[in-house]
Nanobody, 127 residues
Framework: VQLRASGGGLVQAGGSLRLSCTNS????????MGWFRQAPGKERQFVAT????????FHIDSVKGRFTISRDDTSRTVFLQMNNLKPEDTAVYYC?????????????????????WGQGTQVTVSS
């Protein structure tokens, strides 16, 4: 697995971005996927996760209704659609993969359970 995150940038408050995370070495269909973020001087924070089947998702309260995680296993990509962005969403966003097996509906919230990480993409929201 080699994950590459993209889609970050500078946006005004209230704007939208869509982050993508692609595996350049094969399928992601046996992996639960997660998005995390890390602001300067802060610990890495869980944002959202999606099961290997795509049937279950979980988002932290502060992004519910604004962010949506999804996956397209045909393109080996996981997305994080971010709407109504706020300055407090400013951070480096990381995607991660946790091997759970084919057909698993588990969602993984603990960053220490993830096996593979992308390089991060910067999201900056101006007020």
């Amino acid at each position: 697995v080699q994950l590459r995150a993209s889609g970050g940038g500078l946006v005004q408050a209230g704007g939208s971005l869509r982050l993508s995370c692609t595996n350049s070495r094969g399928t992601l269909s046996r992996y639960a996927m997660g998005w995390f973020r890390q602001a300067p001087g802060k610990e890495r924070q869980f944002v959202a996760t999606i099961s290997a089947t795509g049937g279950r998702t979980f988002h932290i309260d502060s992004v519910k209704g604004r962010f949506t995680i999804s996956r397209d296993d045909t393109s080996r990509t996981v997305f994080l659609q971010m709407n109504n962005l706020k300055p407090e969403d400013t951070a480096v966003y990381y995607c991660a993969a946790d091997w759970v097996g084919f057909g698993s509906n588990a969602v993984i919230l603990n960053l220490y359970e993830y096996d593979y990480w992308g390089q991060g993409t910067q999201v900056t929201v101006s007020s």
